[in-house]
T-cell receptor, first 114, second 114 residues
Framework: DTGVSQNPRHKITKRGQNVTFRCDPISEHNRLYWYRQTLGQGPEFLTYFQNEAQLEKSRLLSDRFSAERPKGSFSTLEIQRTEQGDSAMYLC????????????FGPGTRLTVT | AQTVTQSQPEMSVQEAETVTLSCTYDTSENNYYLFWYKQPPSRQMILVIRQEAYKQQNATENRFSVNFQKAAKSFSLKISDSQLGDTAMYFCAFNVPYGNKLVFGAGTILRVKS
């Protein structure tokens, strides 16, 4: 069990560029979550996968955002035409189950849009 | 919709002393789960303690304990014998049994002073 990993850890991009982040969950976890955390705030839910199926998306996930988990293992989060308001920490988490099951978090990818 | 409120943006405590972090929440659900997560500086978020709403007994994990008041919708975290390594951002979070996302408060920065 190596924990949840995320790459890259930091990304600086210019407004209008596309960026893609990767999350590798704990191997036996079938549930994977993406959250966004802005400075001074708690994480906010973006989307959730059970295996390869994306089952829930937040209203925060605009049309410029897309997430995939093609084989039910790693996941990618892509942001197209980045805006300065997209600057945040993007956190990935995984779990065995829902409800009271612990969500294990990765270190996050910090995105800065200039 | 569920909401979680942490009214203390920052707290400080002397090493070896006890500190209590506050959290209130709002929900119409009768059964749910509450969590405290710790996010150390530049490190990933980890679960500190969890509480099931149907349990009257307050959860305890070593130096960490909670005071769960269901009627008041209050869920405070007490840290006894504070250590320098407890310095972190602490988030209170909520989930329902069928839930797929954690709802977080804004967090409390705790600084333990030597």
């Amino acid at each position: 069990d190596t924990g949840v990993s995320q790459n890259p850890r930091h990304k600086i991009t210019k407004r209008g560029q596309n960026v893609t982040f990767r999350c590798d969950p704990i191997s036996e976890h079938n549930r994977l979550y993406w959250y966004r955390q802005t400075l001074g705030q708690g994480p906010e839910f973006l989307t959730y996968f059970q295996n390869e199926a994306q089952l829930e998306k937040s209203r925060l996930l605009s049309d410029r955002f897309s997430a995939e988990r093609p084989k039910g293992s790693f996941s990618t989060l892509e942001i197209q035409r980045t805006e300065q308001g997209d600057s945040a920490m993007y956190l990935c988490a995984s779990s065995h189950g829902q409800g009271d099951y612990e969500q294990y978090f990765g270190p996050g990818t910090r995105l800065t849009v200039t | 919709a569920q909401t979680v409120t942490q009214s203390q943006p920052e707290m400080s405590v002397q090493e070896a002393e006890t500190v209590t972090l506050s959290c209130t929440y709002d929900t119409s659900e009768n059964n749910y789960y509450l969590f405290w997560y710790k996010q150390p500086p530049s490190r990933q978020m980890i679960l500190v303690i969890r509480q099931e709403a149907y349990k009257q007994q307050n959860a305890t994990e070593n130096r960490f304990s909670v005071n769960f008041q269901k009627a008041a919708k209050s869920f405070s975290l007490k840290i006894s014998d504070s250590q320098l390594g407890d310095t972190a951002m602490y988030f209170c979070a909520f989930n329902v049994p069928y839930g797929n996302k954690l709802v977080f408060g804004a967090g409390t920065i705790l600084r333990v002073k030597s």
